[in-house]
């Protein structure tokens, strides 16, 4: 079994930062790339931004700029730090991994539960 925990979400006013962290734990045999999601209720799930295990990172255009994501290989961790925060930003988090099991399984989408960020004007 494969868990993803995130934590760091929370309350900010606009202008100011957070920083999320997620850990994949459980059986782990390699992780690919990692992840940060949001959701809109009632809209599907955007890429925030996304990283290889080598360290290339693709961007939302809304918050490039403001958003840097960075991992751990060793820790098994993804972290997003948020910056000049606006109440847009206002949203559930989810932290995703594409993790395989063993040597010779497949690669699958694993998700955390989600963190809420709120951003007051």
């Known amino acids: 079994q494969v868990q993803l925990v995130e934590s760091g979400g929370g309350l900010v006013q606009a202008g100011g930062s957070l920083r999320l962290s997620c850990a994949a734990s459980g059986r782990i045999f390699s992780i690919n790339a990692m992840g940060w999601y949001r959701q809109i209720p009632g809209k599907q799930r955007e890429l925030v931004a996304s990283i290889t295990s080598g360290g290339s990172t693709t961007y939302a255009d809304s918050v490039k700029g403001r958003f840097t994501i960075s991992r751990d290989n060793a820790k098994k961790m993804v972290y997003l730090q948020m910056n000049s925060l606006t109440p847009e930003d206002t949203v559930v988090y989810y932290c995703?991994?594409?993790?395989?099991?063993?040597?010779?399984?497949?690669?699958?989408?694993?998700w955390g539960q989600g963190t809420q960020v709120t951003v007051s004007s």
């Open positions: 995703n991994a594409r993790i395989a099991t063993n040597w010779n399984s497949p690669v699958y989408d694993y």
